[in-house]
């Protein structure tokens, strides 16, 4: 007995594990040992291809292929028809299975509609992608990044509002509170 929805268009492989309270929307297809956690929520027109892991309360907006190779941790948001590639210089005529780079998005973060994410790069915890964005590099926890190709303009909370810190390196979200250090270029959560 399954204790997932999924809409009577989608198309769910054999092998795949999908975690309860999970829904699946129109025309979305799962394909063969994917890994989907609880509480997700699959768009419409979505693909999920073999292999790919999502973690807990994963958001997949319409229109998203997530290609083999990807690791979604909990909590990421995925917004409309944003793109990952999973080779690095693809060729019709050269199969290159074989060498699929891995992606991984860390804890919530969350990537705009549009974007677009080169294979091979992680997205730090609670990272905010710019709608439109083109990563070809790493993205620091916390970063906002923006642009083609995509560029760090600032900080973000954990709650998802720009961070502005002091000249001792300190910020704190207005909206929830919470107080954070910015050190050597790396954000820490104090609170």
């Known amino acids: 007995m399954k204790d997932f929805f999924a809409h009577e268009t989608a198309v769910i492989d054999e092998g795949c594990e999908i975690g309860s309270g999970t829904k699946i929307w129109h025309f979305s297809h799962i394909m063969p040992n994917s890994k989907i956690g609880e509480k997700c929520n699959i768009g419409q027109n979505v693909v999920i291809s073999p292999n790919v892991v999502l973690g807990r309360n994963v958001k997949v907006q319409n229109n ?4 083999s190779g990807v690791i979604c941790e909990d909590d990421v948001f995925l917004g409309p028809s944003m793109v990952f590639t999973n080779v690095i210089n693809p060729r019709s005529a050269i199969i290159r299975r074989d060498e699929y780079q891995k ?6 973060a969350s990537i705009g509609a549009n974007a677009t994410i080169v294979c091979g790069n992680t997205i730090g915890e609670y990272a905010f992608i710019g709608a439109g964005a083109v990563v070809t590099k790493e993205v620091l926890p916390f ?17 998802g509002h720009r961070l502005e810190f002091n000249n001792e390196g300190f910020a704190t979200c207005k909206e929830s509170g919470d107080k954070y250090q910015l050190q050597n270029n790396k954000v820490l959560k104090l609170s």
């Open 64 to 67: 998203v292929s997530i290609y």
């Open 103 to 108: 992606t991984t998005v860390k804890k919530g």
């Open 143 to 159: 970063a906002l990044v923006v642009g083609n190709p995509s560029k760090q303009i600032g900080w973000i909370s954990e709650y």
